[in-house]
């Protein structure tokens, strides 16, 4: 079969574009890779997916603490954190904080001893994940005990626990809840920095997913650069700073225009206490924006880069109407 194709394969040039669409001959398919997924906390569609780094910028009383303890006590009621832990200077003066079923070890409130209070919660999640493991080889040793199909070491394991009923113990889903630590170790913009090295790799702590959850006044000075362009769900509440909104839509917004991006903010804000939430992480790229957690904004993706690129349907470039501006002026991320 010859490999050319028919003038028909072709599309036609776009207007004003100068280049046209042809197929590759047995191109190779960019297609989704089939693999076994990870294990992730269930929650409800209606909440954002975990494990998730969460950050949530706003001046003070804005409602950012009091959102973030909503968010983490519905992750915890419908089971999907069932580790909490906290590092806050002023958790002994937040009511709504002491709502929280923090683990009877996982509170930290000295400022001064933050990078080794993060230290101490890691092998706390490390250490329930080994007994997680070690109880999960007991109970499959024991249902083969019980059918009479155990191995030699299966029945050594039972044998020196003097073959005691399975315990319930579950897999570790942690999330962690940091709030005023600004310009503390814990925030040092460093290359070994603790919290930047987990933001990291959240994700995969010997098995296990870590949730971190982080509040704080301005977007930019408190937390490091590596974290921020980590965070996958970002609540931004009201603000009057022109600048804090141009580096905030260059470091989280590359999807849409900054003129729809200010009204958006503009929008979602408009209630007390009312917040914008960008989940990075949507299964739908029409939903990444919403108000609070309870309403969504429905955006079309192809229309924002269409008019943030500046061309038309057709494809060719338009010219930019005077005064005009689909990006801030300074254009670039700001560190």
């Not at 315990?167 to 603790?194: C, R, S, V, Y």
């Not at 269409?306 to 801030?328: C, F, I, M, T, Y």
Request: charged letters at 20%; one cysteine or more.
């Amino acid at each position: 079969m010859s490999s050319k194709r028919k003038s028909a394969d072709v599309d036609p040039p776009s207007q004003g574009g100068g280049f046209s669409i042809a197929p590759i001959s047995n191109g190779l398919i960019n297609g989704e890779v089939k693999c076994k997924p990870k294990r992730v906390p269930i929650v409800p569609d209606h909440l954002p997916k975990l494990h998730c780094l969460c950050g949530a910028f706003g001046v003070v009383r804005s409602g950012k603490s009091n959102a973030l303890v909503n968010l983490i006590a519905a992750y915890h009621k419908c089971g999907g954190l069932n580790m909490l832990f906290c590092i806050s200077p002023t958790y002994h003066s937040n009511a709504s904080l002491q709502t929280l079923p923090f683990e009877p070890n996982g509170i930290f409130t000295d400022s001064h001893q933050s990078v080794q209070a993060l230290d101490t919660i890691i092998g706390l999640i490390q250490q329930r994940n080994i007994e997680y493991k070690s109880e999960k080889e007991y109970r499959k040793a024991y249902r083969a005990w019980q059918q009479n199909k155990e191995t030699m070491l299966q029945y050594a394991l039972l044998n020196r626990q003097n073959f005691r009923p399975p315990q319930k113990i579950p897999w570790p889903q942690p999330g962690i809840f940091i709030d005023d630590m600004t310009h503390t170790e814990l925030m040092a913009n460093t290359i070994n920095n603790k919290l930047s090295h987990l933001s990291l790799h959240h994700r995969h702590l010997d098995g296990v997913g870590v949730s971190i959850f982080q509040a704080f006044q301005t977007f930019k000075s408190g937390m490091p650069r590596v974290v921020r362009a980590n965070l996958g769900l970002i609540m931004l509440f009201p603000t009057c700073n022109m600048r804090e909104i141009e580096e905030i839509y260059c470091e989280v917004s590359n999807n849409i225009t900054f003129e729809t991006f200010k009204r958006l903010l503009f929008e979602a804000t408009k209630g007390p206490h009312d917040f914008l939430l960008i989940n990075k992480l949507a299964d739908d790229p029409c939903k990444q924006f919403g108000i609070n957690f309870d309403r969504v904004f429905i955006i079309d993706p192809v229309e924002e880069r269409r008019k943030l690129l500046k061309v038309d349907n057709g494809g060719h470039r338009q010219e930019k109407p005077a005064g005009a501006s689909g990006h801030p002026p300074g254009g670039k991320g700001l560190s």
